[in-house]
T-cell receptor, first 117, second 113 residues
Framework: GAVVSQHPSWVICKSGTSVKIECRSL??????MFWYRQFPKQSLMLMAT?????????EQGVEKDKFLINHASLTLSTLTVTSAHPEDSSFYIC?????????????FGQGTRLTVV | AQTVTQSQPEMSVQEAETVTLSCTYD???????LFWYKQPPSRQMILVIR??????QNATENRFSVNFQKAAKSFSLKISDSQLGDTAMYFC??????????FGQGTRLTINP
């Protein structure tokens, strides 16, 4: 299957700093990418949907000024957690969608464990 | 808004048994996709099986099969001849176009030796 690379796999940052997480589709063009947050033993909570070249669509309750999403190309989307605080500590996962008749599928990155201290 | 519901937080069966995980969803759309994903302790999401809503035939992938009831908005996963490696979190997901990929709450499945 297609490969989605998410980087970094883990990061520790100080409170008040910003952290950028990258999500790359390595062998296909992803017109749509999804960003999720997952708390321990819970499901994936959709934060936002991004389409290449346009602004991301954020889910209700997600602060778009805090979680900046950029989808500048068909193979790269980034999530920047601005002015991070300990409550932002979580596991973040990206997904890149490949759409087509009979081949629609979403591929996932390995996830990023963010710890804010 | 689309919602996905998995009503079984945890399930446990013996190795080689058959187990069925349930999933219901709510949508007003007619064309969409449904997925079952497996998340092992590594937390890497692994696609188990996919179903296109326009197809009446239930999808099968080796030991994994689904029972897709479009009118009832039900999408259950059956795992036959369960193996220890099937132990994981299982998520049902709804995908509609390039707009939404929404997950259910998950079912923690344990296969006992």
């Amino acid at each position: 299957g297609a490969v989605v690379s998410q980087h970094p796999s883990w990061v520790i940052c100080k409170s008040g700093t910003s952290v950028k997480i990258e999500c790359r589709s390595l062998d296909f063009q992803a017109t749509t990418m999804f960003w999720y947050r997952q708390f321990p033993k819970q499901s994936l909570m959709l934060m936002a949907t991004s389409n290449e070249g346009s602004k991301a669509t954020y889910e209700q309750g997600v602060e778009k000024d805090k979680f900046l999403i950029n989808h500048a190309s068909l193979t790269l989307s980034t999530l920047t957690v601005t002015s991070a605080h300990p409550e932002d500590s979580s596991f973040y996962i990206c997904s890149a969608a490949s759409t087509g008749v009979g081949s629609t599928e979403a591929f996932f990155g390995q996830g990023t464990r963010l710890t804010v201290v | 808004a689309q919602t996905v519901t998995q009503s079984q937080p945890e399930m446990s069966v013996q190795e080689a048994e058959t187990v069925t995980l349930s999933c219901t969803y709510d949508t007003s759309e007619n064309n969409y996709y449904l997925f079952w994903y497996k998340q092992p302790p590594s937390r890497q999401m692994i696609l188990v099986i996919r179903q296109e809503a326009y197809k009446q035939q239930n999808a099968t992938e080796n030991r994994f099969s689904v029972n897709f009831q479009k009118a009832a908005k039900s999408f259950s996963l059956k795992i036959s001849d369960s193996q220890l490696g099937d132990t994981a979190m299982y998520f049902c997901a709804f995908f509609q176009g390039a707009q939404k990929l929404v997950f259910g709450q998950g079912t923690r499945l344990t296969i006992n030796p």
